[in-house]
């Protein structure tokens, strides 16, 4: 009998030391295992990594005179949705951010800041980031990827991001199938929108990349917008300078100036290609177009209509049609190499003057679709050995002379040495640009050439 209850005693013991022991593990286990996401306090205005991530389940207010602070690697997940009822702000059902006072939200090229949605089903958004009314404050978005957002319907709302009357930096974001627009610039705003990356597949009826309207001020400079439906607007008396941007894929136009003034619009610099239209120009005064490469796109290079744009060492090439003109104010076009397009030059009751530039290899130079149109051309290479009765010779026209390019074939334009281009064309011509659309001194010779391209001597 104390033999059996010596050796109970010891097996009770170990039972006891075992259940410990797991105690212990579980307790282990539970403190270093993460506790799923937590909702910030309404006056909790510094979100940090140890936080993360964070769960915003309705509008979370920043009030003016206070500042969010996001700091770099904080993931902010939101609760979204499916059903497009969910996003009235009156009965709101998913996340989103409403600023105004200001939003400091800088990660870091290591550490990004992400803004995304609870899940990944398809067809799920969040509510977006809504920056209204703080013109006395500069918001900043630095490494930010903004990921399946659709805006709230809010006045003034049209974006994954939405500035309104406010100020702003946007650096080195990443957009991701963002249903709604992208980044919207509404109502006197002052927005810089730098090396961004726009990627979308999602199309939602008039989904913009970028958005400027009404009074605002914008820099859109080094970004790379990827389809679908519409690249970047500009419109109602905004002043933008759009520029070393990559435009492609998108169903309609990249750039459209729908601008109702003067000549506040620049746009030089930029690659588009693969969209309808690559620049679409109404009602919109005179923009700068300036040594931009405006390529394959399936209906118009640059279309303008209701406008006189200046349209300056652009390499337009591969569209369907080069450039389209209707208007009755003269539009100049001045050193351009207009090449390989299905038509060079498409004219509707408009009215234009051509000078140094390379009318070259298009399937039909000139296509005039009514009998109201005046074309002025001098010091320009013309492809065929005369001119239709609408086109004016201003003189010192080279006729079908072969410009020489170094490698049309690969998309190479640039002149070769001995082309008839070189010095050829007129330097006396108001506003010439200092630089070609390599960025090269425009004048190295003796005169400047004609083209985009100018030969280095």
Same mark, same amino acid.
């Given at each position: 009998?104390?033999?059996?209850?010596?050796?109970?005693?010891?097996?009770?013991?170990?039972?006891?030391?075992?259940?410990?022991?797991?105690?212990?593990?579980?307790?282990?286990?539970?403190?270093?295992?993460?506790?799923?996401?937590?909702?910030?306090?309404?006056?909790?205005?510094?979100?940090?990594?140890?936080?993360?991530?964070?769960?915003?389940?309705?509008?979370?207010?920043?009030?003016?005179?206070?500042?969010?602070?996001?700091?770099?690697?904080?993931?902010?997940?939101?609760?979204?949705?499916?059903?497009?009822?969910?996003?009235?702000?009156?009965?709101?059902?998913?996340?989103?951010?409403?600023?105004?006072?200001?939003?400091?939200?800088?990660?870091?090229?290591?550490?990004?800041?992400?803004?995304?949605?609870?899940?990944?089903?398809?067809?799920?958004?969040?509510?977006?980031?809504?920056?209204?009314?703080?013109?006395?404050?500069?918001?900043?978005?630095?490494?930010?990827?903004?990921?399946?957002?659709?805006?709230?319907?809010?006045?003034?709302?049209?974006?994954?991001?939405?500035?309104?009357?406010?100020?702003?930096?946007?650096?080195?974001?990443?957009?991701?199938?963002?249903?709604?627009?992208?980044?919207?610039?509404?109502?006197?705003?002052?927005?810089?929108?730098?090396?961004?990356?726009?990627?979308?597949?999602?199309?939602?009826?008039?989904?913009?990349?970028?958005?400027?309207?009404?009074?605002?001020?914008?820099?859109?400079?080094?970004?790379?917008?990827?389809?679908?439906?519409? #690249?970047? /607007? =500009?419109?109602?008396?905004?002043?933008?300078? &759009?520029?070393? %941007? $990559? *435009? !492609? +894929?998108?169903?309609?136009? @990249?750039?459209?100036?729908?601008?109702?003034?003067?000549?506040?619009?620049?746009?030089?610099?930029?690659?588009?290609?693969?969209?309808?239209? #690559?620049? /679409? =120009?109404?009602?919109?005064?005179?923009?700068? &177009?300036?040594? %931009? $490469? *405006? !390529? +394959?796109?399936?209906?118009? @290079?640059?279309?303008?209509?209701?406008?006189?744009?200046?349209?300056?060492?652009?390499?337009?090439?591969?569209?369907?049609?080069?450039?389209?003109?209707?208007?009755?104010?003269?539009?100049?076009?001045?050193?351009?190499?207009?090449?390989?397009?299905?038509?060079?030059?498409?004219?509707?009751?408009?009215?234009?003057?051509?000078?140094?530039?390379?009318?070259?290899?298009?399937?039909?130079?000139?296509?005039?679709?009514?009998?109201?149109?005046?074309?002025?051309?001098?010091?320009?290479?013309?492809?065929?050995?005369?001119?239709?009765?609408?086109?004016?010779?201003?003189?010192?026209?080279?006729?079908?002379?072969?410009?020489?390019?170094?490698?049309?074939?690969?998309?190479?334009?640039?002149?070769?040495?001995?082309?008839?281009?070189?010095?050829?064309?007129?330097?006396?011509?108001?506003?010439?640009?200092?630089?070609?659309?390599?960025?090269?001194?425009?004048?190295?010779?003796?005169?400047?050439?004609?083209?985009?391209?100018?030969?280095?001597?």
């Amino acid at each position: 009998m104390k033999l059996v209850g010596k050796r109970y005693g010891v097996t009770m013991k170990k039972y006891i030391l075992l259940i410990i022991l797991i105690i212990l593990l579980i307790l282990s286990c539970t403190k270093n295992s993460p506790t799923g996401p937590s909702s910030p306090s309404a006056d909790d205005m510094h979100w940090t990594k140890s936080q993360s991530p964070i769960y915003i389940k309705d509008c979370f207010v920043v009030p003016k005179g206070d500042t969010l602070v996001i700091d770099p690697g904080v993931e902010v997940i939101f609760k979204s949705s499916d059903w497009v009822y969910d996003f009235y702000i009156n009965d709101l059902k998913v996340g989103m951010l409403h600023i105004k006072g200001k939003l400091l939200a800088e990660g870091t090229e290591e550490e990004p800041i992400t803004f995304a949605r609870e899940d990944d089903k398809g067809g799920s958004f969040w509510g977006g980031i809504f920056i209204d009314s703080t013109l006395t404050e500069q918001n900043r978005l630095q490494y930010c990827n903004i990921e399946y957002s659709f805006k709230s319907t809010y006045d003034n709302m049209r974006g994954a991001l939405s500035f309104y009357c406010s100020e702003g930096i946007v650096d080195n974001c990443y957009f991701l199938n963002c249903s709604s627009s992208d980044i919207c610039c509404l109502e006197n705003t002052n927005v810089d929108i730098y090396n961004c990356t726009i990627d979308s597949y999602i199309s939602w009826g008039g989904k913009l990349a970028i958005y400027c309207s009404n009074n605002s001020i914008c820099k859109i400079v080094g970004n790379t917008l990827l389809g679908p439906e519409y #690249g970047i /607007k =500009c419109s109602d008396h905004s002043e933008v300078m &759009i520029s070393e %941007n $990559i *435009i !492609k +894929n998108y169903y309609y136009y @990249g750039i459209c100036c729908n601008n109702y003034n003067g000549s506040n619009i620049e746009i030089r610099n930029n690659i588009i290609e693969h969209c309808e239209t #690559g620049i /679409k =120009c109404h009602w919109t005064g005179s923009p700068n &177009i300036l040594n %931009n $490469i *405006i !390529k +394959n796109n399936w209906n118009y @290079g640059i279309y303008s209509i209701c406008s006189n744009p200046y349209i300056t060492s652009n390499l337009i090439i591969e569209n369907d049609n080069g450039i389209y003109i209707q208007s009755n104010t003269p539009s100049l076009i001045v050193n351009n190499t207009i090449a390989n397009n299905n038509s060079g030059f498409l004219c509707y009751d408009g009215s234009s003057i051509l000078i140094n530039s390379v009318l070259w290899d298009n399937d039909e130079a000139y296509v005039f679709m009514t009998d109201q149109n005046d074309v002025y051309i001098s010091y320009s290479l013309i492809q065929g050995i005369s001119l239709p009765s609408q086109v004016h010779n201003e003189g010192n026209n080279l006729m079908n002379q072969d410009p020489l390019f170094v490698d049309e074939t690969n998309g190479n334009y640039e002149l070769q040495d001995g082309s008839p281009c070189i010095n050829a064309g007129n330097d006396e011509v108001e506003n010439l640009p200092e630089t070609d659309i390599l960025g090269n001194p425009r004048f190295s010779g003796t005169s400047i050439d004609m083209g985009a391209y100018e030969f280095q001597e």
